[in-house]
């Protein structure tokens, strides 16, 4: 699978379901908009590419230009390098 323009593949991690060993309802977990990129596409700058390289985790934002896929059991999102706002 191969990632084009400015766009970046993200890894989501999953929300957390559990507190204290208590399970959560579905709708009091929180999504911490957090994940691994995964692939970028050729037109990132220099710089970010350095970054993404090392497949680092990061926080994006809770609306951004972009989709969310399923493939197997895991959840990945595409969306633009400019939606995401820290790279750990």
């Known amino acids: 699978m191969n990632v084009i323009h ?3 593949l993200i890894e989501v ?3 957390e379901k559990n507190k204290n060993c208590v ?3 579905e709708e009091m977990q929180k ?3 957090i994940g691994t990129v995964v692939r970028f596409g ?5 710089e ?3 970054l993404f390289g090392s497949k680092p985790k ?6 951004f230009d972009g989709e969310k896929l399923e493939i197997g059991d895991k959840t990945y999102i595409v ?5 995401i706002l820290i790279i750990y």
């Open 58 to 63: 990061v926080k994006y934002k809770e609306y």
């Open 31 to 33: 999504d911490q908009r």
């Open 79 to 83: 969306m633009n390098f400019k939606d």
């Open 23 to 25: 399970i959560l309802p």
């Open 48 to 50: 970010e590419k350095a």
């Open 6 to 8: 400015e766009n970046v």
């Open 42 to 46: 050729g037109s990132v700058p220099f």
């Open 13 to 15: 991690q999953e929300s």
